[in-house]
């Protein structure tokens, strides 16, 4: 019998093979990726304190590289966050060849229902921190992420097994760093959005039948205007009727996945919806209707600022901050880029330094980063991640991973393992030339600084020299916990 390629890649063989082999499909065949963007020298921060660069590397970025330093104070800190809010403007070959071997994540959404659902969740979650440890564009990835959580879909639920990888592809990605109102319709039409909160259960064939409200409460809570943002229940129940007769197909292969509107499924009739009437008779232009009202609504301005504040500035965000970062997503209406800019440029953000956790995936992205680790972030990787309790795309509620510091207190001895064990090279599929890295800064004083982001203190250099120079020591610190 002859198997197609893909239903080779999906047979327990050839991942038996990938896995012994340690490495990437291409490179198991001999096939020469593109060369690694030239960063520059190893420098590293030498202040007492975290200064402007490390700071924003920090905040824009999973971490600094070797060189990634020196790079940035040559183009200055602006140009470095103008060419990030560009990510297509940046070339990031590297980056995608390190992705190439999860064929699923270029699958057409039909397509998808030929894989089994726990491979495709194990190629979704491995490309997510390869992109974040290795991507050029680095605000992408975390936008990418912060979008996620968000819009969280909890990949267990019905057909959100085969739908989640065109969601990330369709909606969070093609829509991370461009207009709200674009992305969170995309997320109304997802497939995998309509089966999580059940908008494809949604329907009113007649005056007896109740809507399902499921979706129309997460949108406004969660999505759009916050949990005090104004509304009512009244509300909640008259976006219901507005979303009714969206349907997601489940059989004809080529066609499962697709989304539909039935307009006998429909509440054809009258809403009013935040004080705004929806005129009878519109059908499926409901959708469009009642997405503008939450989107062009000023709680969801401050709503959508304070948590871009929260993920960049503190977890009590600034109100100054949040208030400047509002206006610029309302005048801008709902301009992503535009309102980074403008949380980039604040005050507040400047100063923030090394108040935030870092949640553990950044973590684990930021030691394989400043380590310059060579590494597959296979199994043993995506392992920690889940001893974290941070594994992609299984949170199971719709409020997505929390980006407060609180939630992951708990983790800090798993930290220490995974440091250990990073430390040791005893992480399966994943190499650090410590040796080749303390080379090139010149000695541990610098490479301190590096690991860091400031000249150690001396309780740090002393922790460190005492432990037979132990990079282990150093990214288990509190200072690298915090960015």
């Not at 929806?278 to 969801?300: F, K, N, Q, S, Y």
């Not at 684990?364 to 310059?372: E, H, P």
């Not at 490479?447 to 460190?464: I, K, N, Q, T």
Request: net charge negative.
């Amino acid at each position: 019998m002859k198997w197609p390629r893909r239903r080779f890649l999906q047979s327990a063989g050839s991942v038996a093979l990938l896995a012994t082999a340690g490495c990437e499909l291409p490179q198991a065949l001999g096939v020469v990726g593109p060369a690694k963007a030239a960063r520059g020298p190893l420098t590293a921060p030498d202040g007492d304190e975290v200064d402007e660069i490390a700071h924003v590397l920090g905040r824009l970025s999973h971490g600094p590289r070797p060189g990634d330093y020196h790079r940035v104070r040559e183009m200055g800190v602006d140009a470095y966050i103008e060419e990030q809010l560009h990510p297509e403007s940046i070339d990031d070959a590297w980056g995608d060849y390190r992705v190439r071997r999860f064929e699923s994540l270029r699958q057409p959404v039909g397509e998808l229902f030929e894989y089994q659902e726990h491979l495709l969740l194990k190629e979704l979650s491995e490309a997510t921190v390869v992109r974040a440890v290795y991507s050029e564009r680095q605000l992408y990835e975390v936008m990418a992420g912060f979008w996620t959580d968000h819009f969280n879909i909890d990949s267990s639920k019905g057909d959100c097994p085969w739908l989640k990888t065109a969601d990330d592809r369709e909606v969070i990605r093609r829509h991370a760093l461009g207009r709200f109102s674009d992305l969170l319709r995309a997320s109304a039409l997802s497939p995998a959005m309509l089966w999580y909160l059940d908008g494809r259960s949604n329907r009113r064939s007649s005056p007896d039948e109740q809507p399902n409200e499921n979706y129309a409460r997460e949108l406004l809570e969660l999505h759009t205007l916050g949990v005090h943002g104004g509304y009512t229940q009244a509300d909640i129940m008259e976006l219901a009727r507005c979303l009714t007769g969206w349907h997601v197909r489940t059989e004809e292969l080529f066609k499962k996945g697709k989304v539909e509107f039935k307009p006998d499924a429909h509440d054809q009739g009258e809403k009013a919806v935040l004080g705004e009437v929806i005129p009878a008779g519109l059908g499926e232009a409901d959708l469009d209707r009642v997405l503008a009202i939450v989107t062009r609504h000023p709680a969801t301005a401050n709503y959508v600022a304070e948590k871009l504040c929260r993920k960049f500035i503190a977890d009590t965000p600034p109100p100054a901050a949040v208030r400047a970062v509002a206006d610029t997503f309302q005048t801008t209406e709902g301009g992503i880029r535009a309102t980074l800019k403008t949380l980039f440029a604040h005050e507040e953000f400047r100063a923030a330094r090394g108040a935030k956790m870092k949640r553990p995936l950044h973590y684990l992205a930021s030691a394989l980063r400043v380590s310059d680790a060579d590494s597959s972030v296979g199994e043993p990787v995506m392992e920690y991640l889940l001893r974290m309790g941070h594994a992609p795309f299984q949170y199971p509620t719709p409020d997505g991973y929390p980006d407060e510091a609180g939630p992951w207190m708990g983790t800090l001895l798993w930290r220490w393992h995974f440091a250990k064990a990073l430390d040791e090279n005893r992480l399966g599929g994943t190499q650090v030339n410590w040796a080749a890295l303390r080379e090139a800064a010149g000695g541990d004083e610098v490479f301190m600084r590096h690991v860091l982001g400031r000249r150690p203190r001396p309780d740090e250099a002393r922790s460190y020299l005492a432990c037979n120079n132990s990079p282990a020591v150093l990214l288990a610190s509190p200072a690298f916990q915090r960015y």
